[in-house]
């Protein structure tokens, strides 16, 4: 026995007791023992068994495959950040900052590949055992007494060696038969075993992915696969035995139809499948007359521009700006906020205007009827005077006018 067969031997025991279990399950149902039919369902009933045991599996592949989804923006800004460095320090960086993206929503690129990772031990080991058979069915298979894996024994083999479908033995390959049959069969099985597994990867990345994760370095990538992987295995199926190929197209229609389950009743918000639920929901509520619930959509909020906030002015900077204490300066991010202070500085300057002018009326008819009151102490501000304050009314720094009547009198005392 080769390394390889020691090595998934524990595994091609557990496939060999399931496998005979389900035979005898369909034996007793009234199928014939050495017929093709039982031992190929015999394979099928392996493919559930398998695929219920990795639900878990799926339910986690597909909630990391909408996590991923999610991340693209932030992994995209990521990749920008460090676009064009090259440096080893930066790309360790880079590293670290994805695996803590990974961490904080859970999700990571090998989830999505959990599923068929976990198949691949199974998928061997059924390939080693129908590679087996005829060994075993002569009595010379090289572990024990040669006559037995799991409860698969010599008189099984033997039966199982002369059950065929379509006149074709499963344990049969393309390459190392002759019999037209064999051939026949295999082409159609390698065939269908591509289309399924076509059709699945296209209707996870084309219909149940958003339109805004459509056009990055994940989703290119996956539509590469998509295409790929049904090549890969059409031109590697012609060394698979026949049982094989009923496996592995029986596990492909599984995964179609759970995913088709899932897409349909929960898709990824945004995509083609999720707008089409939508109208499916619709048109149900429309046969009952019944209005279909608003869906709340959280809309982002734009980011708020970042900075130094803008502090009050103290006293000896408000002289300076001509504001009152305790005001934000002035500026055009202001503006806004200090609309109302503005408007009263408006009204509280058209006031004074006012005085100013009628006070200087009033100076004037005074002067005219008791003489040059101008060179008299005491007389108060004379009409330029007033003036030059209805010019500048309000305004400037706080105290200004005090000041400039101060200088006025002293001038007109000399």
């Known amino acids: 026995m080769s390394f390889f067969d020691s090595v998934l031997y524990p595994i091609k025991w557990v496939v060999a007791w399931i496998m005979v279990g389900a035979h005898e399950a369909l034996t ?22 398998i695929r219920i045991l990795l639900i878990p599996l799926f339910v986690r592949q597909i909630k990391a495959q909408r996590g991923m989804q999610i991340l693209q923006p932030d992994i995209q800004k990521l990749q920008k950040k460090y676009k064009g460095k090259t440096d080893p320090a930066s790309r360790q960086a880079m590293q670290q900052e994805m695996m803590a993206l990974y961490r904080e929503h859970g999700t990571t690129p090998f989830a999505s590949c959990l599923p068929l990772l976990a198949q691949m031990p199974i998928f061997f080991a059924l390939f080693r055992v129908l590679w087996s058979m005829p060994v075993l069915a002569q009595g010379e298979y090289p572990r024990g007494d040669g006559t037995s894996i799991g409860g698969l024994t010599q008189e ?66 996956q539509r590469m696969l998509m295409y790929i992987l049904p090549v890969v295995f059409a031109v590697t199926g012609v060394n698979f035995p026949i049982g094989v190929l009923i496996y592995w197209t029986t596990t492909n229609v599984w995964t179609l139809g759970q995913q088709f389950y899932v897409i349909r009743n929960n898709p990824t918000p ?15 509520a429309a046969r009952r007359g019944q209005p279909l619930e608003d869906q709340q959509v959280t809309e982002i909020e734009p980011e708020k521009p970042r900075g130094q906030r803008q502090q009050p002015v ?10 009152k204490p305790g005001t934000l300066p ?8 200090q609309g109302d202070g503005g408007s009263a500085k408006g009204t509280s300057a058209g006031k004074s205007t006012d005085a100013a002018k009628e006070g200087a009326s009033e100076k004037d008819g005074h002067g005219a009827g008791s003489g040059d009151g101008s ?6 501000p004379t009409t330029a005077q007033s003036a030059g304050q209805a010019k500048k009314p309000g305004g400037g720094k706080p105290g200004s006018n005090k000041k400039r009547k101060k200088r006025k009198q002293k001038k007109a005392r000399r």
Do not use: C, H
């Open 28 to 49: 007793w149902l009234g199928l014939d023992s050495a017929s093709g039919v039982a031992w190929g369902l015999s394979i099928v009933a392996l493919v559930i068994v």
């Open 156 to 221: 099984l083999a033997i039966e199982f060696e002369s059950s065929t479908i379509f006149g074709a033995t499963l344990s049969a390959t393309f390459l190392r038969s002759d019999d037209i049959e064999v051939k026949i069969v295999s082409v159609v099985l390698i065939v269908l075993m591509s289309l399924t597994m076509l059709f699945t990867q296209r209707q996870l990345t084309m219909k149940n992915m958003p339109s805004t994760a459509m056009d990055n370095p994940m989703a290119r990538q």
């Open 270 to 284: 945004g995509s083609e499948a999720y707008r089409l639920r939508e109208e499916r929901r619709a048109r149900k």
């Open 314 to 323: 103290g006293k000896s900077r408000a002289k300076k700006l001509g504001v």
């Open 330 to 337: 002035p500026g055009p991010e202001n503006s806004a906020t």
């Open 375 to 380: 060179s008299q102490p005491g007389n108060g």
